[in-house]
């Protein structure tokens, strides 16, 4: 089966712009999550969606960070404005309900 | 709230040597108890798990025994290869829900040389 995609891959911006990074999770899984792995450290959640509604999103700075999933599938992250301190890779996750999930190769945010 | 703990890296073997990266973890409730790895380039992959006291997950020759008494996750693989060469990161499951957020340590970067 394929994989969870993500794209773009890598992405540079300045700080206060704006950036978005998209997912797509592996067919007929409803769970998706994102997280933000800083260099050096381990990956933290931000958000986990169950099909299009919203699980937790306790860790998600929800000043400049937004999340959506429409129609349960494709999901995107936008962040607006960035921050120096936003460099980091965000990385997407799906499962199915009940199961342990996979990982996309993750978007590389450089933020200068 | 949870957390993970594990040694930091990098830890530099020659090929064939044994290996531990050593995992401690802090958690309510009965969590589950992961190892993933990341090799560079690529995305995170689940390596192994463990769901419940005692349990030992197994991969690729990699072993993790779940004790519940020390709170420990350790690493082990008898003789690694220079392919062994990642990034290993241990994580939990808070109350062992598949389907729940992972809590993850901060990685242990591992270099095998020939």
């Known amino acids: 089966e394929a994989g969870v995609a993500q794209s773009p891959r890598y992405k540079i911006i300045e700080k206060r712009q704006s950036v978005a990074f998209w997912c797509n999770p592996i067919s007929g899984h409803a769970t998706l999550y994102w997280y933000q792995q800083i260099l050096g450290q381990g990956p933290k959640l931000l958000i986990q969606?169950?099909?299009?509604?919203?699980?937790?999103d306790s860790q998600l700075p929800k000043d400049r960070f937004s999340a959506e999933r429409l129609k349960g599938v494709d999901s995107t992250l936008k962040i607006q404005p960035a921050k120096l301190e936003d460099s980091a890779v965000y990385l997407c996750a799906s499962s199915l309900a009940g199961r342990w999930g996979s990982f996309g190769q993750g978007t590389r945010l450089t933020v200068v | 709230g949870d957390s993970v703990t594990q040694m930091e890296g990098p830890v530099t073997l020659s090929e064939e040597a044994f290996l531990t990266i050593n995992c401690t973890y802090t958690a309510t409730g009965y969590p589950s108890l992961f190892w993933y790895v990341q090799y560079p380039g690529e995305g995170l992959q689940l390596l192994l798990k463990?769901?419940?006291?005692?349990d030992k997950g197994s991969n690729k020759g990699f072993e993790a025994t779940y004790r519940k008494e020390t709170t420990s996750f350790h690493l082990e693989k008898g003789s690694v290869q220079v392919s062994d060469s990642a990034v290993y990161f241990c994580?939990?499951?808070?109350?062992?829900?598949?389907?729940?957020?992972?809590?993850f340590g901060g990685g242990t970067r591992l270099m095998v040389k020939p």
């Open positions: 969606f169950q099909n299009n509604g919203v699980v937790d």
């Open positions: 994580a939990l499951s808070e109350n062992g829900y598949a389907g729940n957020m992972l809590t």
């Open positions: 463990a769901t419940k006291a005692d």
